[in-house]
């Protein structure tokens, strides 16, 4: 497992995805905090990062589908696959390596953020400082929610040995189930069907969980949904045995 | 026996692409494995291999059974698939502690050394796959096959696709370590087997047609060429 893992991450760094993808995420996000007039930190006068928890989510469903969209795609196209699965390793680890090298980067993307909070300390009224269990929070909720969307896309392109297919179905489905679910709780029409569906998407979740308030219920969505699509991918991967 | 396979079938959707093969290359044979295009060649390999499953039958090697034991088994092959997949932007070397990583290799350096050391890649060592020409990335895959210092060896047509003096090269190559591993390796061409193999499997349309030592296979038809005895074998009748 560590093996395809340490391939994976030395490929992001060679193919500057992974600097391309770090490089957006900050300046989005930046832009949004800081420069963007309306609702930045300075016209709000809010020391909060909420800004940035508010946009990530969105801004991300594009790069971790970037992020993904190769890692099995790619070994389909090139027929590296065939070499890949017939190694002693099984195919859980060979998924397992892939699933953990796209959640370490998106880990790194955010690390930088970090300075962002640190300024947000220094600007916020020294008496009452800054809410640190929501924003320690809204990390935790954020990176459970990129590793949903890495399992998504994972997903996606075990599919398809087209990249760009896989990461058109990746977005798709990230969006799916980020905005779209969310959004029918708002419709009036559908009433508690529309509520009890919103309580399926990534977004009920990922806003529980930002509040700074830990449920285990809000975890244990985010663990069987991870769960639920590398298990899909690991029978989509393992279809040529069918 | 290195390599046991019994009454082995493969189907796909509704073609059946074996149809219950049955053979056994005892330990350090280099056996050609010839047919046309579509006979079945490689699907039996990627089933030696662990790559697809059989649909009935079974098959072992080195005693191992490849259902039960997929991972075992797959410690002692080396193979090299068709086409001859590779990682075009990895360094030769990068890719080959790879290789040696997931085949369990424990030391990954040592195993490099050799591995360029038996494909001569020595030169071209600190280029990248991408660069290279089609012979030394024949050499690359064959340089994967072997880093783990397999008992068997599976390679589907090694030598396509290359010039003249590549091939003798992989040839060469292949025949050194036919001394001290089992080789199964597939091929079109009749004066390579010549060169490199003791024995012949001929299979056509999922069935074996043919199974004896080169000597034995001339000796059917001492007259013909082994061409023709391959054509008139797989049924286009007359000499060419």
New interface residues.
Partial sequence: MW??F??EI??FL??FIAYIVMGVFLAITGLFMWIIKGNNVLDLGVASLQVMFNIAPYILIFLVSAITMRSLSEERR?????????????DFSILMGKYLAAVALIVFTLLPTLFYYYTIQQLADPLQGTDSGATWGSYFGLILLAASYASIGLFASSLTDNQIVSLIISMVLCFFWYGVLSLLGDIKALDAIGKSLEWFSLDFHYQSISRGVLDTRDVIYFFGFIATFLGATKMAFES??W | MSIQVNNLSKKYGQQLALDSISFSIPSGEVVGFLGPNGAGKSTTM?IL?????ASSGDASVCGLDLAEQS??V??L?G?L?E?N??????YIS?YLL??A????VKNTKKALEMAIELTQLGPERNKKIGQLSKGYRQRVGLA?ALIHDPKVLILDEPTSGLDPNQVVEIRNVIKNLGSEKTVLLSTHIMQEVEAMCNRVILINKGKIIADNTLEGLKETAPSDSLETIFRNLTGHVGSI
């Fill in positions: 093996e395809v340490k391939k030395r490929s060679g193919s090139l027929g590296t696959i065939e070499i890949l699965t017939t190694r002693p390793v099984s040529r045995k | 990627k291999t662990g790559y697809i499953p991972l075992e797959r410690k092959v193979y698939p086409h997949p590779l990682y075009l932007d990895m990068e790879f290789a990583g997931i085949a369990g994967q």
